[in-house]
């Protein structure tokens, strides 16, 4: 230094700075270190930058004022620094030579200045509209030029004029440009041109935030105020950043995860080829060409290479994610470092400060300094933590985006195999729960490195303080790695074991709501409650035991800390008489210890929670790795050829390891032809429409479709979306085209009593439309598609007769709109078969025969048999039906057919619309019956009758909805809910815990005051005499601290428990005794919800959640108390951060309330959708609407996403903000030591400045842990407002139970018997009186809407009576126990209903019967033969749903319950749809001869069923229209006749 500044400038002199009031820098230091500190800065970063700016371009800004003055005042500056360069070399010639540091010095900052000024225009270019580069160097330059200012200053004042005046007024000049350039660098430039922050509607305002404002998070208060003076909605969130968005995410995991299926492949291949010369053949599909035998056999050759392939390397899912996100991570790490070393600054400066207040008679300075340098270093803490937060919590909301659009792409494409492998709650949870671990684990990925970094600096200062005796403390911690370890391990198995007893719940809850309907008619509740609770009971016994656990684990990591400063103390104190503990060693290694508290609690979380997110990696990547779909299976290929679908010896099977299910298949469909596929139940039907949509795994063969395809499943699957959009299916709306479709499909009637018309909302599944509205909707959309091959899947079964021929003649028929269209139709009914081109007849699999109609007669095969049997009556001649149908239109007055819906619509006040408008739609779904207005006898082309009348009038109600919104709760938690909670977990309970915390704080407390007086002893020089008794005491009351937490948190954890006990119990039996009506309105869904998510946080978060609060908030009171108690003056300053704390905390809890709400609504769309997906994957795939559910998808989640990322923000604006006041206790603490130090002892100044050290983290967790709290509680509010709802009557009525052998006779008797849906609406029934003796069999008939199921749910009092009543053998029903009537009576539902569990459990969930009834009763309902062939016999696993039956089976598996029952009382309810005439016949002689003396009620689809049944009855409009025997009815030529005409079973 001396060439450089001269031997008149001293680098530095102590006494003029140190050793006085008034310090002041050497001049030398000023223009060296001072000056050059900002250019060393801003050359070291300048390359970086320019480099960054060069790969990340925005678009440029236009040149604005403020950008031209930041430019001239660059230039200025560059001038100024420059104009005492020239001074000097002036000088110089003067012959005033100066030392080389006026030369240098200026050159350097004139380049400098020059630099910025490049870099300002350089960041315009480029779009950057603040710069953090060039904040931090003018906050430098400003921040160094303070001192030379001060100190030219104080000079020109003792020299009574000013020496060397151009440079004296140069750097005022200096100083002056530099504060400017400093605070227009605060202001933001407008955004870059062409940017989208320009055309967004609601543009996130971190895009044009300024530096300051994205390190303070300021830009986010505008949001938080919003959200403080009204409850925020999904309109007032910012857009996503288009960074964030699923179209840049997901694509950019998919491409990392295809490089790795492609490497893993490649790797594969290399590993088994490496023996063989000549790589095996190439397949083309599964096979190898099977033409000529030239090559080895594929078999051969794939057994050669199993043998020695080494176990294939599995893609790795983790390395795909790393390579897609790892780079914006590492981001967040280096500010993680950053913040690392900085927290070891505070442990230092307290040192300093301690020894400060020791010592007499040094400047004041000093301890303010000491005491503002505090302040700083935690500030800067503060902003570069935050920082780092923001990005891991950023690229953990990336990653749950990329994972679940992952995971939805693959489930649109998987084989039906993989589908089976699991199921579909085990995907959403897929989605769900893992998707959110990865999340929550990227968070805290950094603390993976970071910890053992902080608790090797911190060994290092301690051994500085304590010297060796550190060891014994680092022996106790390296000791309770162990125990957490063994802790953490056992956790993660009962979170494992909780996790599967979970999804068996969940998965039982979805079957028990999907079936509930069965459950209910069945009686079966108790049974399935019984289950669900032993599986709770499982779940709650694995928490308790994670609780024993997690109170141990508390308990170490509390005591941890202070275990270890007793030991060191302990050992220093003993080892040597010469170690005195003072108050310097002790408070700083205290607060090194609580610095080092943090990484050794997170380390072994941290641990664990790697651990089970890599049990959630292998799910998912197995769920990925899944086989796919081969596309090319089909070939799609449009070529000229006569075929349009062709089969050649196809042998097809479900899963590549099942047996093949259908056999060398051969088809050949003409274009434009129309072939009927007919077979018995489970013969390959449906599977053989599988196999030509690609659907099943091709073992050989080939299939080939010309053209796209169009398919109707044998069960509707229906979007939860309007009507109309079910039949567009994504198509644009063309109004002609569109009311012709749906006159063919015969649904115009149908729009009419629907209380929207087309936009009316479809439930779930349907949910509000019967079954053959359903299939109806389906065959609209296919006949829409406008598509060249249609594949129909039994689309017949599930409509009325009359309607069934509308549509086979308006539509699929010779003469229908798709003639000319290639159709290929499975049908059980016979009636169409001689108009069809060609007939496949399957048998086992296999094709029997194949030709026309005439063609398989004159064969006389097993066709023609099977004819002979069904062929009822001849069919009847076209032309002539239609003749007649013109002359009975006459016979129906045109208000008979009307119907009592759309006087409904007209009478009724507007304002109970939306309350009514659902028990329209119900009454639409149990009036099975189709409408017979919708024979149109004009059947070429469209009719052009004009439609939009009825439209018109409904305008004003058209938009109402079956299915509520969700409601979000606003504002905040009512203080009733907590109480709710508070008495789950027993009053008395909650008072002892908190009693608990109290003291275990108090023991806290206690111990460090006596830590400070035993610090004091070594000022006073008494340490000698009483070590022992010191050390003594100071043991007792840590380890009484550690055994109170012990005791707290176990108390707590039981209190928990108990309370997620009772909430669930309550919510189930709610559940279970909930009537019918709100099933149909409320999605499953959101049931679900209640019962997976909610149920969850009150199992696992809540409880956490109390125990961090209680925690912290204690630990916050007892800093208070200690700082209060040391230096009183600190209460004054307690109010206004009070104040201020309090006043942040609202605005946050009111914001992020909200959005954690908002967030929760918009969560749920994502999963119902998806798996609305997952059932609907086949009609999706056939219609190619593959990329459009995607982009639905990808919607859902952004729009999840939008409500999540203010949440994140506000947890930083809020931390920011909270660590800002804790700051500020630490200052003033500090400040009020220096102030008092005469009268403190050091002991007291070390305690309280070490509590306020600490006092900030817990400050923020409690804010956090309060808005947690509330987020939470609202877990119980949901499942509280579920477990309240209506409930219907008592299961057992214990004084009127009716006798066991009840009914007897089996006599019913309705008595002027009238029933409504809901209270004001119209009568459904009205005034029916009727009496079936015992014994007798009744049809019902009647048109759409007349009321014929509403009979049924009567009967089992689905619904109650609104007038009259029902009696059964003299026992008015309306008066016993729900289940004490449902169990007497017998049904046969409309859709065979099973649950996943064995074939035994789905006919006698009560094992009630012993296996010689189960087994007679199969062997009536005709399944003895293929339930004996199956190996399992009768624990034959039935899957969700049933799925692994065919819907025949399923129907008689359902007749197999009613036999096993044989009650007194029968009702069919169109048991008959799906089935072929066979089984048909097999159901109704069995009926006939097992419920010979039985009462039966059949809701008749086929009229022919009924034709020999005692009466019939036929209902219309709720009323009686007619009742007798058949013969009687036919010869009466009224309703009934005309039915039986077009069924053609009556001339």
Known sequence: MERLCGPELPFWVANRTFHTDRPDLPECFQLSVLSWLPCIYLLAVSPIY??????????????????????????????????????????????????????ITPLVLGMTMLLATFLIQFERLRGVQSSGVLFIFWFLSVLCAIVPFRSKILKASSESEVTDKLRFTTFYIYFGLVACQLILCCFNERPP?????????????????????????????????????????AKDLWSLNQRDSSKVMVPRLLKEWEKEQVKAKSEQNVSSQAMYAKPPPSTTNHIAGGGGGSESSPEEVEVLLSSQKVAPRQPSFLRALIKAF?????????????????????PQLLRLLISFTKQKGVPDWWGYTLAFLMFFTALLQTLILHRHFQYCFVTGMNVRTAVIGAIYRKALAITNAAKRSSTVGEIVNLMSVDAQRFMDLTTFLNMLWSAPLQIMLALYFLWQNLGPSVLAGVAVMVMLIPFNAVIAMKTRGYQVEQMKHKDDRIKLMNEILNGIKVLKLYAWEKSFKEKVLAIRQKELNVLRKTAYLGALSTMAWTS?????????????????????????????????????????????????????????????????????????????????SEFAVTVVNGKFTWAKEDTPVLHNINVMVPQGSLLAVVGHVGCGKSSLISALLGEMEKVEGEVSIRGSVAYVPQQAWIQNATLRDNILFGNAYNEQKYRCVLDACALTPDLEVLPGGDSTEIGEKGINLSGGQRQRVSLARALYSDADVYLLDDPLSAVDAHVSKHIFDNLIGPEGLLKGKTRILVTHGITYLPQVDNIVVMVDGRVSEMGSYQELLKQNGAFAEFLRNYALEDIVEEDE???????????????????????????????????????????????????????????????????????????????????????AETGRVKTKVYLEYIKAVGPLLSVVICLLYGCQSAAAIGANIWLSQWTNDASRNQTKENVNMRVGVYAALGIVQGVLVMMSSFTLAMGNIGAAKKLHFNLLANKLHTPQSFFDTTPIGRIINRFSKDIYVIDEALPSTVLMFLGTFFVSLSTMIVIISSTPIFAVVIAPLAFIYVFVQRFYVATSRQLKRLESVSRSPIYSHFSETVTGSNVIRAYGRHTAFVLMSDMKVDENQKSYYPGIVSNRWLGVRIEFIGNCIVLFAALFAVTGKESLNPGLVGLSVSYALQVTMSLNWMVRMTSDLENNIVAVERVKEYSETKTEAPWDVEDKKPPAEWPMEGNVEFHEYSVRYREGLDLVLKNITLNVKGGEKIGIVGRTGAGKSSMTLCLFRLLEAAAGEITIDDVKISEIGLHDLRSKLT?????????????????DPFEKYNDEEVWKALEHSHLHKFVSNQPAKLELECSEGGENLSVGQRQLVCLARALLRKTRILILDEATAAIDLETDDLIQ???????????????????????????????????????????????????????????????
């Open 1485 to 1547: 002689s069995t009926i006939r001869t097992q419920f010979e003396d039985c009462t039966v009620f059949t809701i008749a689809h086929r009229l022919n069923t009924i034709m020999d049944y005692t009466r019939v009855l036929v209902l219309d409009k709720g009323q009686i229209a007619e009742f007798d025997t058949p013969t009687n009815l036919i010869s009466k030529r009224g309703i009934f006749y005309s039915m039986t005409k077009d069924a053609g079973l009556s001339q």
């Open 193 to 233: 041109l062409f940017s989208n922050v320009v055309t967004d509607p609601n543009p996130c305002p971190e895009t044009t935030a300024g530096f300051l404002s994205t390190m303070t998070f300021w830009w986010f208060t505008s949001l938080a105020i919003k959200g403080y003076k009204m409850p925020l909605e």
């Open 50 to 103: 320019s480099f960054y700016l060069k790969r990340n371009n925005k678009g440029y800004i236009m040149m604005s004022i403020l950008n031209r003055f930041k430019t001239v005042f660059g230039l200025f500056l560059w001038i100024v620094c420059w104009t005492d360069l020239f001074y000097t070399f002036h000088e110089l010639r003067q012959g005033h030579s100066q030392p080389p540091i006026y030369f």
């Open 1387 to 1403: 049904i046969i539902p409309q859709e065979p209903v099973l649950f996943s569990g064995t074939l035994r459990m789905n006919l």
């Open 326 to 346: 790892g780079p914006y991570f590492l981001i967040g790490s280096a500010y993680k470092l950053l913040q690392d070393v900085i927290t070891f600054v505070n």
């Open 881 to 967: 039906a239609t003749e007649e149908l013109i002359e009975d239109e006459e016979l129906f007055p045109d208000d008979a057919l009307s119907n009592h819906h759309t006087d409904m619509v007209d009478n009724e006040p507007v304002i109970n619309e939306a309350k009514k408008s659902f028990m329209r739609q119900i009454s639409i779904v149990s009036s099975e019956g189709e409408n017979p207005r919708c024979r149109s006898v004009r059947r070429h082309g469209c009719s052009q009758r004009k439609h939009s009348e009825p439209q018109e009038k409904k305008k004003p109600h058209e938009a109402e909805k079956l299915i509520q919104a969700e409601t």
């Open 560 to 640: 941890a800390p202070f275990l270890v400063a007793l030991t060191s103390f302990a050992v220093y104190v003993t080892v040597d008489e010469n170690n005195v503990l003072d108050a310097e060693r002790a408070f700083v290694s205290l607060s090194l210890f609580n610095i080092l508290r943090f990484p050794l609690n997170m380390l072994p979380q941290v641990i664990s929670s790697i651990v089970q997110t890599s049990v959630s990696l292998k799910r998912i990547q197995r769920f990925l790795s899944h086989d796919e779909l081969d596309p090319n299976s089909v070939d799609r290929n449009i070529t000229a």
